[in-house]
């Protein structure tokens, strides 16, 4: 696999402003009754045998439903049968079997994608690897996401978050890279490298199209979740 070219430290010719985010329609949540964009929501199609699946990336053929909350929600909301009411309104009444493990499809499948996204990048070009290959481009203020593994060391993610905010010239602000749901074997699997613990983005387009994919993936998971995996703020305490 061909090494993404990064070579670029600081910008040479000013980047034309954003296009603004295409308004996309919105979709009311099924069992809260709130409004919102995909970036918050998930759909649910049912299969040929009435299996209510997850259609994380909306492309399924017929009608769908769609629901907003975390993970956590939704499984009180099928413990206390209020899904299976809420699914039947949304389907006229067909017959559909939810499956046990819904939530954790759902999770898998955002993970999934927000891999695949992280794999697509890295294909192009856009991704960087390598604490020191990221630490230069850090410093030299050409980075618009930092992201670490949910297992990465606290050493390692603080001086990386320091290079960063040198970069941006926001020494003092206390920012720092997001840490991701996922562990570095995860990571690696997904990336076809050995040990990545630490990815970076230099390209704007391409940090919101992950920032997309993530979004989706943390709202799900919720607060609760996201603490425990780090949430973009709280080290982790294994070494890198």
Avoid: Y
């Avoid at 209510?52 to 909301?77: F, M, N, Q, T, Y």
């Avoid at 606290?154 to 562990?183: F, H, I, M, N």
């Amino acid at each position: 696999m061909r090494t993404p070219n990064n070579e670029r430290l600081t910008p040479d010719i000013a980047e034309a402003p954003k296009a603004p985010r295409k308004a996309e329609p919105e979709r009311r949540c099924i069992l809260s009754g709130e409004h919102g964009g995909r970036a918050t929501l998930v759909r649910l199609a049912v299969s040929p045998d009435g299996d209510v699946l997850p259609d994380v990336h909306a492309k399924a053929p017929g009608r769908g439903a769609w629901i907003g909350v975390s993970r956590a929600a939704l499984e009180e909301a099928m413990a206390k049968g209020r899904l299976k009411g809420a699914l039947a309104r949304a389907f006229k009444g067909a017959p559909l079997s939810v499956p046990g493990d819904l939530p954790q499809r759902i999770e898998d499948g955002l993970s999934r994608a927000l891999l695949d996204r992280l794999g697509l990048e890295l294909r192009a070009g856009h991704l960087i690897l390598g604490s020191d290959r990221i630490a230069e481009h850090a410093r030299g203020g050409a980075v618009d996401l930092l992201l670490h593994a949910a297992d990465a060391s606290a050493d390692g993610a603080r001086k990386l978050d320091q290079a960063w905010r040198v970069g941006r010239d926001a020494e003092g602000s206390g920012e720092t890279g997001t840490r991701l749901p996922l562990d570095r074997a995860a990571l690696s699997v997904a990336m076809g490298r050995d040990n990545v613990v630490h990815m970076a983005l230099a390209d704007p387009a391409a940090a919101e199209r992950v920032s997309l994919a993530l979004e989706r993936l943390m709202h799900f998971l919720g607060p609760q979740s996201a603490a425990e995996t780090g949430g973009g703020i709280e080290p982790a305490v294994l070494d890198d």
